[in-house]
């Protein structure tokens, strides 16, 4: 469990700024009052970007004055917040999103000013994030044969509407090079892994050597079992979809399972994985109903369709930092 | 789904007294007095399970047809692979074309030529109610609901009795308002060893099914074959997860985000009979435990309540080993 969330833990000693992404991301001219810190033309308005800070920590008094006067000091207006404190529970979480001039208050600067109230307040986590600015998540996609799943992030990343590197995706079926999602993956220079596993050999060194430079992995219907083994060495979070609702029908063929239970609601979950199969902390759940007039094909389609939809809210959410650990396998999503 | 088996062998014969609102004469004597007076029609349902043939529309169709009903809806459905039939329609008529009676011979007539599994008709307005008795442990949220929508007319059935395993005192609600309402309430306590089934039995055996309104305790294998008719239960999660006591304390400690509520029909096994109705609502780190409750036990009452109503319009049926059909 301690695995889980462990990549934010991580991103928080980072402080990346990185100069290329800049150029992404402004469509004005580059004014050089962005340069010299301080506007020639007085007229012109700062260039406000979006930021977003998670904050875990014992609970005290006047964590929300610090962290809010810690932000407006540096000129950033918070547009949202949330705060969280649970009953009977001496634990504060809370999630900013504020826009700020980055020449009032550069990237760097930020995550010190971030890292020195996480300090003061022993954080369990302090994760700040500059969308434009920090260079996307890098992910690797793991799945077995089925690949609806697959093929919608594919299609939403392309859109623009997965803000993530896919580094590559890893498979233990193979696939004929003039597949839809083959020939998606070479276009886009994404390369694709084909290990098969057996009974004996889940190759989980092999994995690990490729996903090793992401920042988290999605299993979207990657039907092999990942050992704590590999979950340690991998050390960063692991997001899964379970095509079902937990923790109904675990294992294999939910659907099925379903569909034989009589039930008149199927659904989807999403949640981070860790030893025990289909048991971690629950990230996402989405329902449909279901009726005698169902048979087991349109069982399978319903779910199948829930997934995508759970699958990308999840990881959606992940993204923005709305998720976070919440006692021994809960989340809180803001 | 034994009740329906059982009722194809009863003829309702009284009239309602409540529901005819013009005038008598043309009903009595077979004919309108005035041939401007359009005559009554009331509604009627009819559900029909047989193995599948071809023809089965056609005849149950022409049957209400030729007595001149008319059919407003009508639900069929045959699964794939399975050589089942299941039909239901609404239609109204003029019972005084087509006696009560009468119209239950001539389904019956149907049902046998097809060698129905069930074959039920009901006319709301004429066969009496369906009698029920509820029973409940301690707590009261879904019998408190059920007892103000039977109140408001919206649960038509005639509870005959509530039974229960906890005492209430008198100057309690649901004492009061069963007091005035001439329903008995029956302090049944269960020990251990000692469920006291056959009290139970003795008190319920006159009615037409059982509504276990949160009652805690497991009724035997032994008693539902006594009784011998369908008994369904609320279970306050939603099947097959949180089986069992607390489910909503389970799906707290599990970190769902959808709590939810099953209604389904009781057999030997716990929690795991035929599921008639689901509900689900959302739930987040913001809900406690008392929120969790709370939400489940609104989601009970309707839960409940949507499975009962259904199944009096006779639009539930057994399917399979431990399905429902639900029209």
Same mark, same amino acid.
């Given at each position: 469990?301690?695995?889980? !969330?462990?990549?934010?833990?991580?991103?928080?000693?980072? +402080?990346?700024?990185?100069?290329?992404?800049?150029?992404?991301?402004?469509?004005?001219?580059?004014?050089?009052?962005?340069?010299?810190?301080?506007?020639?033309?007085?007229?012109?308005?700062?260039?406000?970007?979006?930021?977003?800070?998670?904050?875990?920590? /014992?609970?005290?008094?006047?964590?929300?004055?610090?962290?809010?006067?810690?932000?407006?000091?540096?000129?950033?207006?918070?547009? *949202?917040?949330?705060? !969280?404190? /649970?009953?009977?529970?001496?634990?504060?979480?809370?999630?900013?999103?504020?826009?700020?001039?980055?020449?009032?208050?550069?990237?760097?600067?930020?995550?010190?000013?971030?890292?020195?109230?996480?300090?003061?307040?022993?954080?369990?986590?302090?994760?700040?994030?500059?969308?434009?600015?920090? /260079?996307?998540?890098?992910? $690797?996609?793991?799945?077995?044969?089925?690949? %609806?799943?697959?093929?919608?992030?594919?299609?939403?990343?392309?859109?623009?509407?997965?803000?993530?590197?896919? &580094?590559?995706?890893?498979?233990?079926?193979?696939?004929?090079?003039?597949?839809?999602?083959?020939?998606?993956?070479?276009? %886009?220079?994404?390369?694709?892994?084909?290990? =098969?596993?057996?009974?004996? @050999?889940?190759?989980?060194?092999?994995?690990?050597?490729?996903?090793?430079?992401?920042?988290?992995?999605?299993?979207?219907?990657?039907?092999?079992?990942?050992? *704590? @083994?590999?979950?340690?060495?991998?050390?960063?979070?692991?997001?899964?979809?379970?095509?079902?609702?937990? =923790?109904?029908?675990?294992?294999?063929?939910?659907?099925?399972?379903?569909?034989?239970? *009589?039930?008149?609601?199927? *659904? $989807?979950?999403?949640?981070?994985?860790?030893?025990?199969?289909?048991?971690?902390?629950?990230?996402?759940?989405?329902?449909?109903?279901?009726?005698?007039?169902?048979?087991?094909? +349109? !069982?399978?389609?319903?779910?199948?369709?829930?997934?995508?939809?759970?699958?990308?809210?999840?990881?959606?959410?992940?993204?923005?930092?709305?998720?976070?650990?919440?006692? &021994?396998?809960?989340?809180?999503? !803001?």
């Amino acid at each position: 469990w301690l695995l889980c !969330f462990a990549m934010i833990r991580r991103v928080s000693t980072t +402080s990346s700024l990185s100069a290329t992404a800049l150029g992404s991301f402004m469509k004005w001219s580059f004014k050089s009052s962005h340069f010299h810190g301080e506007s020639l033309d007085s007229s012109v308005s700062p260039l406000l970007i979006p930021g977003v800070h998670v904050f875990h920590c /014992p609970d005290v008094v006047g964590i929300v004055a610090k962290l809010s006067d810690c932000i407006a000091a540096k000129g950033g207006n918070i547009l *949202g917040y949330d705060v !969280f404190v /649970p009953e009977n529970k001496n634990v504060f979480y809370s999630r900013s999103e504020f826009i700020f001039d980055p020449v009032k208050w550069p990237r760097s600067q930020m995550g010190e000013d971030f890292e020195t109230i996480a300090r003061k307040f022993n954080a369990m986590s302090s994760v700040v994030r500059v969308p434009s600015l920090d /260079p996307k998540y890098k992910i $690797a996609l793991l799945l077995s044969k089925q690949d %609806h799943c697959l093929v919608e992030m594919l299609h939403k990343w392309q859109d623009g509407k997965l803000p993530v590197d896919i &580094t590559c995706v890893i498979s233990n079926h193979e696939r004929a090079p003039n597949t839809h999602i083959m020939r998606f993956l070479q276009r %886009h220079g994404i390369s694709y892994h084909y290990l =098969p596993t057996t009974d004996q @050999n889940k190759i989980e060194e092999e994995i690990l050597e490729l996903v090793k430079d992401t920042d988290f992995i999605v299993l979207a219907r990657y039907m092999q079992v990942l050992s *704590g @083994n590999f979950l340690k060495g991998y050390g960063k979070d692991v997001i899964n979809i379970h095509h079902g609702l937990l =923790p109904s029908f675990k294992g294999r063929s939910p659907a099925k399972q379903a569909f034989d239970a *009589g039930v008149k609601l199927i *659904g $989807a979950t999403t949640h981070f994985v860790t030893e025990e199969l289909d048991s971690g902390p629950i990230i996402e759940q989405m329902v449909e109903r279901v009726s005698h007039r169902d048979n087991l094909r +349109s !069982f399978v389609q319903k779910s199948e369709d829930l997934e995508k939809k759970c699958l990308m809210k999840a990881i959606k959410s992940y993204c923005e930092l709305r998720v976070l650990p919440y006692g &021994t396998h809960k989340t809180v999503v !803001f």
